[in-house]
């Protein structure tokens, strides 16, 4: 896992809006001393300096995870090994403030100190199975323990569904979105759940008490979990948002959509059905590529012709797939979204796009020709080719 893929899970806020900024850097010797603070005000015995210089030794030359990690380390070799002990220390740190989003000060612990916190009780915590689950409920509102409520999982999954089920009608929607979060899955950069990932059966009531949730961010995680379910279990995803859209407000409907994503890119027709996508009525004529040869760091152009051969509105999503060669020659699609649009009776319509080829971190490219194609509710039009050079 790169560090842009580990900072790319923390940036986005409770307020949904992505800061680009160097997140490990919050991850700070300030931060390891205010730590260290609360350790010594509710902790007889606390050595001060063997937590400090423990950690301050290598912080620096760590990422994010590791620092996170590296903090847990020191916190458990600091705290006392009795859990129950242990926890009353970790509950006695934690701020005050729980929903404002605020750093750590003088008065408690959260924001970005709550990553090596959780981490102590996720990795340390099973002997007080309850007691754990319990605190990282409370920690959860103070920043998010969605990875360290899996281990409770992998441990023991019936038991810890059970207590989890109790926090769908919670009254703070951090809580409640760690129901869907902590057990998503395919939860990126995460353990993965094995158990779930082959029969997600056990989540379906909870998603379904959750998917009218009154907070967006917690409907945004039941969308994200039901696209980690459909990786798997694609029909069973398609039957469910069948099902929700029936009688669907605006917020779920939205869910719906964001939770399809994946199977309207493999064009699942079950699920493009449930969207309201019908197969399309149309010719497509002359897609056709306007730049034939492109310089690598260059772009890609391309247009298309559509005529609607259909005597009522039609709602088209349309998509473009780029077949790029692969190191033994032969070539693998990849999909991007387009245009999501309504086409009337007999309407003639022509698009022209621009995708640019440069260095990007998920993609080796490979000089020679490639392709391009067209999907249209599911259905794949053309396949045109170009040259990529200067590789």
């Not at 103070?142 to 990875?147: C, G, P, Q, T």
């Not at 399309?280 to 040869?293: E, I, M, N, Q």
């Not at 310089?295 to 391309?302: D, M, S």
Request: glycine share 6%; net charge positive; charged share 25%.
């Amino acid at each position: 896992m790169t560090e842009a893929a580990q900072v790319a899970l923390f940036e986005l806020t409770r307020s949904g809006k992505l800061v680009l900024e160097p997140f490990k850097t919050n991850l700070s010797p300030a931060l390891v001393s205010c730590i260290a603070d609360h350790l010594a005000k509710h902790m007889s015995g606390f050595d001060r300096a063997r937590f400090e210089d423990g950690v301050f030794e290598t912080l620096d030359t760590l990422e994010l995870k590791q620092r996170a990690q590296l903090i847990a380390d020191q916190l458990h070799l600091a705290l006392p090994t009795k859990l129950k002990v242990r926890h009353k220390i970790l509950r006695a740190m934690l701020h005050p403030m729980d929903g404002d989003g605020g750093p750590s000060d003088e008065r408690g612990v959260r924001g970005w100190g709550m990553m090596a916190l959780t981490r102590v009780v996720g990795q340390h915590g099973l002997s007080d199975y309850e007691g754990a689950l319990r605190l990282l409920k409370e920690m959860t509102s103070r920043f998010s323990s969605e990875f360290d409520v899996r281990p409770f999982l992998l441990e023991d999954q019936s038991r810890t569904l059970a207590i989890m089920s109790r926090w769908v009608d919670d009254p703070d929607h951090h809580v409640r979105r760690l129901v869907s979060e902590g057990t998503r899955p395919r939860l990126p950069w995460g353990m993965q759940l094995p158990l779930l990932i082959a029969d997600p059966s056990p989540m379906l009531p909870l998603l379904t008490a959750l998917r009218d949730d009154p907070h967006e961010y917690v409907r945004r995680s039941v969308a994200n979990h039901l696209n980690d379910i459909a990786k798997d279990h694609p029909d069973l995803v398609a039957d469910l948002a069948k099902s929700w859209m029936r009688g669907a407000d605006a917020n779920r409907k939205k869910l719906v959509r964001h939770a399809c994503r994946t199977l309207v890119k493999r064009a699942h027709p079950g699920a493009l059905a449930a969207l309201g996508v019908a197969p399309p009525k149309l010719d497509v004529t002359a897609l056709r590529v306007l730049t034939p040869r492109v310089e690598f760091g260059g772009a890609l152009r391309f247009t298309v012709s559509l005529i609607s051969t259909s005597k009522r509105d039609q709602a088209l999503v349309i998509d473009y797939l780029l077949h790029f060669k692969k190191a033994n020659g032969t070539r693998a699609a990849k999909v991007f979204k387009w245009k999501k649009m309504t086409l009337a009776a007999g309407q003639s319509l022509q698009m022209e796009r621009k995708h640019p080829i440069r260095p990007i971190t998920t993609r080796k490219y490979y000089a020679g020709t490639q392709a391009i194609s067209l999907q249209i509710n599911g259905q794949a039009y053309g396949l045109e080719e170009f040259e990529l050079r200067g590789l």
